[in-house]
């Protein structure tokens, strides 16, 4: 598969951004989805992840309560939303398809994130 991420900026800390992942080459609503992010020297670490049907989702420890994955599976569409940003969540965010726990498809480019005063 293949992904094209968009919605990254620029936000100061406590702020919000909406990513939106869309994908393609395959059949989406049968895998689950994952958000990725890579900070500047580290390796690129998973966030989140939804369920296929989208009924489940997982997040990593330091975004739970901050972060809300959704996916729209007559869109191919996966979101992020990212509220309360804190400068540690700055980094590159990618999505991806699962199965497994293994990640299926393509890395896209990823969208930038930061987060600065």
């Known amino acids: 598969g293949q992904f094209v991420e968009s919605g990254g900026g620029l936000v100061q800390p406590g702020g919000s951004l909406r990513l939106s992942c869309v994908a393609s080459?395959?059949?989406?609503?049968?895998?689950?989805m994952t958000w990725y992010r890579q900070a500047p020297g580290k390796e690129r670490e998973l966030v989140a992840v939804?369920?296929?049907?989208?009924?489940?989702?997982i997040y990593v420890d330091s975004v739970k309560g901050r972060f809300t994955i959704s996916r729209d599976n007559a869109k191919n569409t996966v979101h992020l939303q990212m509220n309360s940003l804190k400068p540690e969540d700055t980094g590159v965010y990618y999505c991806?398809?699962?199965?497994?726990?293994?990640?299926?498809?393509?890395w896209g480019q990823g969208t930038q994130v930061t987060v600065s005063s």
């Open positions: 991806n398809s699962r199965r497994f726990n293994i990640v299926t498809g393509s």
């Open positions: 080459g395959f059949f989406f609503s049968s895998y689950d």
């Open positions: 939804i369920s296929s049907a989208g009924g489940s989702t």
